[in-house]
């Protein structure tokens, strides 16, 4: 059974620091990108961040780029993603998913999502 199991999710005052986890199982982890998603109320889902299996290389929303750190483990089929200056703005669901996007930052193409984790970031 294919799993991405997301945690690290809470609650933060602005200008603080969360770590999220995406833990993946019942697929080859190590072929596959991972993106972390984001989805506010009211609004359509965005690409927050992606790492890629083939040479780790990174890329990020121009909103979060120089807060959010994406990072993975392969040995423990996890990705990271450090969130620091959390503003009231990151407040969202966060997602991971895994798949073999051409563009990463688009939803559709990703294969595999997890069930989210709600950050929250009081101002």
């Known amino acids: 059974e294919v799993k991405l199991v997301e945690s690290g999710g809470g609650l933060v005052q602005a200008g603080g620091s969360l770590r999220l986890s995406c833990t993946a199982s019942?697929?080859?982890?190590?072929?596959?990108?991972i993106g972390w998603f984001r989805q506010a109320p009211g609004k359509k889902r965005e690409g927050v961040s992606s790492i890629r299996p083939s040479d780790g290389s990174t890329s990020y929303a121009n909103a979060v780029k120089g807060r959010f750190t994406i990072s993975r483990d392969h040995a423990k089929n996890t990705v990271y993603l450090q969130m620091t200056g959390l503003r009231h703005e990151d407040t969202a669901v966060y997602y991971c998913?895994?798949?073999?996007?051409?563009?990463?930052?688009?939803?559709?193409?990703?294969?595999?999502w997890g069930q989210g984790t709600q950050v929250t970031v009081s101002s």
């Open positions: 019942g697929f080859a982890f190590d072929g596959y990108a």
């Open positions: 998913a895994a798949g073999h996007p051409s563009i990463w930052a688009i939803p559709d193409l990703y294969d595999y």
